[in-house]
Nanobody
């Protein structure tokens, strides 16, 4: 079955950068869409960014445009979220997610990685 394992979350000061990684396994991902979501304390989980497995069709939440970049290394079955100019409001648990292109909702989820941005 599909397995997604995130890593890279940690405590960072405002203005700093982090790169989150998501190693995907369990199926052929060539026709998948990969996404990143986040959930802050007391809030609902929200979509952050997504792209097709081959790197096409990248889209971002408005609040992270110009600061976050989603990209992948297909030969490593890994998707990344490069986060720059971090703000305290970016503090959340970040989740990697995957879905087949023909399905509207993300079906597979990682366990999450904590990102904390201090003032």
């Amino acid at each position: 079955q599909v397995q997604l394992v995130e890593s890279g979350g940690e405590l960072v000061q405002a203005g700093g950068s982090l790169r989150l990684s998501c190693v995907a396994s369990g199926t052929y991902f060539g026709n998948y869409v990969m996404g990143w979501f986040r959930q802050a304390p007391g809030k609902e989980r929200e979509w952050v960014a997504q792209m097709a497995w081959n790197g096409a069709f990248k889209t971002y939440q408005d609040s992270v445009k110009g600061r976050f970049t989603i990209f992948g290394e297909n030969d490593k079955n890994t998707v990344y979220l490069q986060m720059n100019s971090l703000k305290p409001e970016d503090t959340a648990v970040y989740y990697c997610a995957a879905r087949p292109q023909y399905t509207p909702t993300f079906q597979n989820w990682g366990q999450g990685t904590q990102v904390t941005v201090s003032d």
